[in-house]
């Protein structure tokens, strides 16, 4: 499908043919390389190449220099140049993607990233539950798997409950804690992270390895919660690919019903405290 970018590699500029795909007929691959060619010829043909905004923005006065950013890029665009606390942070703009992870991982709210600020996605979730909230789920998406995912149950025609509140990022790892700490502050019934799919094979994700990050993060979060007084089953992780429709459906009909049990409970009195700040 050509959502899926058949001839594209996850780093851009990088196009794939043939049997670097295995495995592939003489038939598949004549017609992927003839896609590679093109998409190639694309760029060739151009005197200078637009690079698109989404790259994130160091703010200098917040940043105490402590580089834990510089670990946390999948492409190393951020380079620290002297020793820690010491030195300087720089951002390559030309090799940045716009993942978010360094924006998400930032203790100190030292990197912006356009588009998709830490106030704009919170004014999202407010808006998202401002009524109602405990019927609702709040569902964290990623740009080039799971929000397709979620487009191609509506080409497909898939009915699923409307109790979903989807806010798009640019990558799983984007997200934060204070994000997911806002949602249950404002009494949703549920949230769900989702991402590129992730296995033991390998990921899928278009920033390389962001969402073994999310992974990651999600494991502790999800610990804390669950201490503070969240039933389990109200935060939960999925893995979705953009050509997956009948699953993303599925996972939004399991979702539904755990905001209906928790709005019953609301209703009895007798729901679960939420987050201590």
């Known amino acids: 499908h ?10 851009p500029g990088i196009y794939l043919a043939g049997t670097v795909q295995y495995p592939k007929d003489v038939r598949e691959s004549i017609a992927q390389a003839l896609a590679a060619a093109s998409n190639a010829g694309k760029i060739l043909c151009r005197d200078t190449i637009e690079k698109e905004p989404i790259t994130a923005v160091l703010v200098e006065d917040k940043c105490i220099k402590c580089g834990i950013c510089v670990s946390a890029c999948p492409f190393g665009a951020i380079e620290l140049i002297g020793k820690v606390k010491e030195g300087e942070i720089v951002f390559h703009e030309a090799a940045c993607t716009g993942c978010g992870n360094c924006a998400a991982i930032c203790n100190y709210d030292a ?18 539950l401002a009524e109602k909230p ?10 080039w798997c799971s929000y397709p995912g979620a487009d191609q149950a509506g080409i497909e025609k898939i009915q699923y409950p409307p109790s979903s509140r989807i806010i798009k990022l640019m990558c799983s790892a984007r997200l934060e804690e204070e994000f997911i700490a806002r949602a249950f502050d404002k009494g949703a019934g549920a949230v769900l ?14 920033y390389n390895y962001a969402n073994q990050q999310t992974f990651k993060r999600f494991q502790f979060w999800h610990r804390k919660f669950t201490r503070q007084g969240i039933e389990p089953e109200r935060l939960q992780l999925h893995w979705n690919s953009a050509s997956e429709g009948k699953e993303w459906a599925a996972k939004m009909r399991e979702m539904h019903e755990v905001v209906q049990n928790y709005a019953q409970k609301v209703a009895e009195g007798v729901a679960s405290g939420e987050p201590v700040s």
């Open 193 to 206: 992270v989702t991402g590129c799919r992730l296995t033991e094979k390998g990921s899928d994700c278009h």
């Open 2 to 11: 050509p959502k899926l970018g058949p001839a594209e590699a996850p780093a």
């Open 111 to 128: 990197v912006i990233m356009p588009y998709f600020t830490k106030e704009q996605i919170l004014a999202q979730i407010d808006a998202a």
């Open 134 to 143: 405990e019927e609702k789920v709040v569902v964290f998406t990623c740009n």
